[in-house]
């Protein structure tokens, strides 16, 4: 299926824990990006990739690390799991100027 | 900082009526305002967009209205319907300037009432 597309949608961990998510896209876009919305927050950008190998810090980075091998992939992984970091992480590619979203990963960290 | 600054939180219209949500932005720079629509349990999708050197674009319902010189942007939607209930998020950028991110304001959950 073309589009973007999120795993797990749904995930529980424990604190302390290593958690991945997962992001792919079909249409080659360049820039993809990771935020997570928080309710009276809104979507705050954690991380995004110029390209494959290239990526930067957005506003709030800290406890997380990104990495992409390849431009179809921009996985999100969770060192070690804090409460801090229970949210609906989104990912998102960009074409022309339009970013186009995942559904989302619900994450809760007990 | 937050450098885009959306109200209000929350917005409830009759059905028919016309919902009003507005930003304000403080860099001069940005040059590309675009609104977001979010249903329960999807992710965002681009609604309108519109560059500071027009005041005013409308796509069907929703108008975007541009005022360069208070630093504001307002989403107009007539004709609210039941359908349209979902969270509004306003972004701005430097798109055109090079720079890749957007940034959002907090978001408005409109609800239509029937």
């Known amino acids: 299926d073309a589009g973007i597309t999120q795993s797990p949608r749904y995930k529980i961990t424990e604190t302390g824990r290593q958690v991945t998510l997962m992001c792919h896209q079909t249409?080659?876009?360049?820039?993809m990006f990771w935020y997570r919305q928080d309710l009276g927050h809104g979507l705050r950008l954690i991380y995004y990739?110029?390209?494959?190998?290239?990526?930067d810090k957005g506003e709030v980075p800290d406890g997380y690390v990104v990495s992409r091998s390849k431009t179809e992939n921009f996985p999100l992984t969770l060192e070690s799991a804090t409460r801090s970091q229970t949210s609906v992480y989104f990912c998102?590619?960009?074409?022309?100027?339009?970013?186009?979203f995942g559904a989302g990963t619900r994450l809760s960290v007990l | 900082q937050q450098q885009v600054k959306q109200s209000p939180q929350s917005l409830i219209v009759q059905k028919g009526g016309i919902s009003i949500i507005n930003c304000a932005y403080e860099?001069?720079?940005?040059?590309?305002f675009p609104w977001y629509q979010q249903f329960p349990g999807k992710g965002p999708a681009l609604l309108i967009a519109?560059?500071?050197?027009?005041s005013e674009k409308k796509e069907g319902r929703f108008t975007i209205s541009f005022n360069k010189s208070a630093k504001q942007f307002s989403l107009h939607i007539m004709d609210s319907q039941p359908g349209d209930s979902a969270t509004y998020f306003c972004?701005?950028?430097?798109?055109?300037?090079?720079?890749?991110?957007?940034?959002f304001g907090k978001g408005t959950m409109l609800l239509v009432s029937p």
């Open positions: 998102a590619s960009r074409g022309l100027n339009i970013q186009y």
């Open positions: 249409w080659s876009h360049s820039y």
């Open positions: 990739s110029a390209a494959a190998d290239i990526t």
């Open positions: 860099n001069t720079a940005f040059d590309y």
């Open positions: 519109i560059r500071p050197d027009v």
């Open positions: 972004a701005a950028s430097l798109i055109y300037s090079g720079y890749s991110t957007l940034t």
